[in-house]
Every structure is written in C-alpha cells, then in structure tokens.
C-alpha cells in the first residue's frame, strides 16, 4: 500500500493556499468601473501600442465629427477594456480549471481504450491511471460551478450568454438554438455526470475484481468501458465546441475537437508517466519496469506528433484559404499572442522529436521526468491560447492570477490523486492480463 508522504502533502497543501491567495487577489485587484480602467490606462500610456491607438484616433478624426460622437467612442472603448479587465481572473481560473479536469479525463480514456483493446502490457498500470481519475470529480464540481455562474452572467467569458450582444449580432442570434445556457448546462451536466458514472462503476468493478473467484467483474467492465468510449467521442467534439469553442462564437473549426482531444490525450498519458514515475523511485510499483515506461514514452511520443500534425492542418488550411471570418483567430494570436502560440509549438513538438525521438532516452527517468513537465507545461500554454484570446484579447499577461490558479489547481490535483492512491493497493491483481503484464519485457 501506498503512503501518501508528509511532505509531498504539505506541498500540495502549500501550493493551495498560495493560489486561493493569487485567485482571491486576482479579482479584487480586477477593476470595478471605468475610472479605475482610465486611470490604469493612462498609467500604461508610455507604452507603443497606446500611444498608436492614440495617434490613430486622432488621425482619422474627419471635421464633421461630433464631441458627442467622440465621447461615445471613448466611452465604449473603455467598457470594452474593463470588461477584458475584469474577465482576466475568471479566464485564468477557468484555463488551470479545465486542464486538470481534463488530464483526468484524458487519463480515463487512456484506461478504457486500455481495457477494450485488452491491452497485455498496461494492467500493472491501472491502479496509478485510476488514482489519478479520481481528480475527475472533484474537477467537474468545481468546472460546473463556473460555468453555471458564467450563466448568472457573474463573468462574461462567453459572450453569447449576454442578451445584449446577441441582439446585436446576427451571427451569434442566428446560433441560440444551440447556444442556448439552458442547453448548454444541460449538455455539460450529462457530459460530467456520465464521464463521472462510468469512472466510479469501472473502478468499483476491478477493485471487485481482486476479489473475485471468475472474471465476471472484468466481463463487465468491458462491455461498459465498450459504451462508453461511443459516448466519449460523441461528447468530446461537442464538449469542445461548448467549452472552448464558443469562447470565439464567430469562428469555427472542424478539426477543434480533435485538436482539443489530442491535447488533453498526450498530456494525460505524460501524467501517467510522471506519477509512475515518482511512485518507483519511493519504492512502490515493482512490477513496473523499463519496457512499460518505455511504452509510455512510446504514446507521449506519438501522440505529441499527432497533435503538431493537427495543429498544422487546422493552420494551414485556415491561413491558405485567408477568408476574413476564419483567419482572423490566428491573427489575433500571431500578433497578440506570439510568444505562447509560437512557444507552445515549441514545447509540444520541437523538444519531444529532439527527446524522445532516442529508444534509450525512453527509458532514461530525469531524462522523461524533463520531458514530462515540458510537454505539461506546454499544453498549458495551448489551453491558454485557446481560452485567452477571445476573454481578455490584448491586455493578457502572466500576473497573480494565472499564477495563483495554476497552483491552487495544482494542488489540489496533487492532494487527489495521492490521497485515492493510498486508499487501494497498488496492483489490480485478479486481472486477466496481469500476469502478462508482469513479465512485459522487449
């Protein structure tokens, strides 16, 4: 059995407090109304693209034009950066919020792909995979309350939930059939609550299994994992459209939901690793060798190329085809955000070819513990540009908040996971495969 260590707890617990700190600062620091959001603009004024918004202005200014007119312009510009403003804390909360929610659930999947394809070198593995879901409901609590409290319009994250844009918005009015905040929470709720169900049926069925005199309980767990992962790549792509997408209502893009999948997917399995990772050099999991971290090693690998090649084809198709309506997302983030989104190619692509393109690095630990918080870090940075963009535009940047709800999200991650891995013992032992899976070797 697993102990969850004293220090490894009071880290977590640390990383907790400091981020409740950051978030609780970030939203009081947030501006209240448009005197504070003058004040911090005119603070800012030194800089070069105020002073070129500045310069703009007063170059286009035609002699008809009105005070009253001017004052109007004034005045909705700065709306429009309190609003930003004051979306800055939520979105920071929401990227952290989603990622380990979704590492979880990308873990999840991992596992019952695993199960249905009946996988012979993975069993020793299941327990790790099944602590680390157990962040799954704690993340969906927490992600549910945001979002409903985004219907309650206490943030304006997405903006098809304010009345006031879409009736001034044909693109988006011609949508509310779909995006509606009843359906939209509906959908949510079933996504959550059946991704929840069938994480908590299939660990109750294998820690049965060990108990079990046949392979009744395993049987099961089959044909539920089989239904489950039909469901999965249905609520995925919708899942995407709706959490994410939408965020940027205007646009669209066919590949998203696989792009999101690829990304939550890779870094899931990196989470397997580095878990793994940590409870072998403790002492625990001697059943697990090389070949089972060189296979891990093997997905992270894969799957880290699997989504440069959807990165790639969802931006190139779009910037070829240079239609106003679809280009102007990776506009945004080319000029506003280059360093992430330029960055995150980096991080996710250049370094794990470089890396882990070696046979012998797969099995090297500091080596894969390297790559392993590189490639997390980097799909950080990808949820931050797929969220950032569309909630705070031009006035993001890495301050208390991000910083805050990435810890607090962190430890939180870290206390759940390691409490449910002290809970059960650490090999599913009745498995089927486990014997094989003991003696994986190549």
Known sequence: ?????????????????????????????????????????????????????????????????????????????????????????????????????????????????????????????????????????????????????????????????DPNVVAHDKVIANKTGYLNFPFWILRAAIFLTVWNLYRYFSRKNCLAQDEATDDSYYKKNFKMTAGFLVFFIVSESIMSWDWIMSIDPHWSSTLFGWYVFASFFVSGITTIALVTLYLKSKGYLEQVNTSHIHDLAKFMFGFSVFWTYLWFSQFMLIWYADIPEEITYFVTRIEVYNLPFFGAVALNFLFPILILINTDFKRITWILVIASIVILFGHYIDFFNMIMPGTVGDKWFIGVSEIGSLFFFLGLFIYVVFTALSKVPLLAKRNPFIEESKHFHY
């Open 1 to 161: 059995m697993y102990t969850f260590s004293s220090k490894l707890k009071t880290f977590s617990l640390i990383l907790m407090a400091v981020g409740l700190l950051g978030i609780g600062y970030g939203f009081l620091s947030a501006p209240k109304d448009i005197q504070q959001v003058e004040a911090i603009l005119a603070a800012d004024a030194h800089e070069s693209h105020h002073e070129g918004s500045n310069s703009s202005t007063e170059a286009h200014a035609v002699p008809g034009e009105t005070k009253v007119n001017a004052e109007t312009e004034h005045k909705e510009h700065l709306e429009h950066v309190l609003s930003q403003l004051q979306n800055k804390p939520w979105a920071a909360l929401y990227v952290a919020c989603i990622f380990f929610m979704l590492i979880s659930l990308g873990v999840l999947v991992f596992y019952a792909i695993q199960q249905v394809a009946q996988a012979g070198w993975s069993p020793v593995l299941f327990r790790v995979m099944q602590g680390i879901t157990a962040y799954l409901p704690v993340g969906s609590v927490i992600f549910f309350i945001i979002l409903f409290l985004c219907g309650l319009h206490y943030s304006n994250i997405f903006i098809w939930l």
